[in-house]
């Protein structure tokens, strides 16, 4: 898919510095920058992994109140 992206004189500049460094095509580098930003937003297992562990209650204990919140309604 074909997309068109404005970029700021100062940063085309230094994208085509970069560009010519390394021997690839402009299209080719904002792929590899779009790829590993995009890895960068999935959060990883460690992130939210004992994301609970701070509560006072067990998960079992958890589960019971919130369904008890629901009962006695």
């Known amino acids: 898919m074909r997309t068109i992206v404005d ?3 100062p940063e085309r500049a ?3 510095a970069l560009c010519r460094q390394r021997g690839v095509s402009r299209a080719e580098a ?3 920058a779009l ?3 995009l890895q ?3 959060p990883s297992h460690h992130a939210v992994f ?3 562990r701070d509560r006072p209650a067990g998960s079992l204990e ?3 109140a919130l369904r008890e919140e629901w009962s006695e309604r």
């Open 30 to 32: 904002l792929r590899q």
């Open 50 to 52: 004992g994301l609970w």
């Open 14 to 16: 230094q994208l085509d």
């Open 62 to 64: 958890l589960q019971q």
């Open 35 to 37: 790829r590993l930003w």
């Open 40 to 42: 960068q937003q999935k």
């Open 7 to 9: 970029l700021p004189d």
